[in-house]
């Protein structure tokens, strides 16, 4: 029988690798003009990654068991950090995709959403620390 308690801890990865890797591949292609496959690439791991943070915000918020004491409170600050990633990266996508379309790439908009981009990452890596803080710490979700 399927568990539906195993679906946001199947989520959580994508968003987290697909986020960071898509960062780090828009400052490659930042750094160096000449990767010009680099801001389509990072553009397309932008998008999955945050459809994978919908996702993971989903199953987290209906799918998860509900957490008493001390983990509680680490429990609200990862759930905090999650929305916080999901709606910035929701934001950057969205504007993102807007200045393509009206191919105004290049404008003064692109270090706005490549700002927001950054904070996204920062933050979707505290998600990551708070959620393997409640695995690995109090041992919720995991083994």
Not at 68 to 73: R, Y
Not at 80 to 89: E, H, K, L, Q, V
């Amino acid at each position: 029988m399927f568990d539906t308690t195993h679906l946001h801890p199947m989520m959580v990865h994508f968003p987290i690798a697909l986020l960071v890797l898509g960062f780090f591949a828009e400052l490659l292609g930042i750094a160096c003009k000449k990767q010009v496959y680099m801001p389509k690439i990072s553009l397309y791991l932008q998008i999955t990654g945050t459809l994978g943070a919908i996702a993971a915000v989903i199953t987290g918020n209906f799918f998860t068991l509900e957490v008493k004491g001390a983990a509680e409170e680490i429990l609200e600050t990862h759930e905090n950090f999650a929305n916080i990633t999901m709606w910035i990266m929701i934001v950057a996508t969205a504007l993102r995709l807007f200045l393509i379309y009206k191919k105004k790439e290049e404008g003064p908009l692109k270090w706005f959403v490549f700002a927001l981009y950054g904070l996204g990452t920062l933050s979707v890596l505290a998600t990551g620390f708070y959620g393997g803080t409640l695995v690995y710490d109090y041992f919720i979700g995991g083994f």
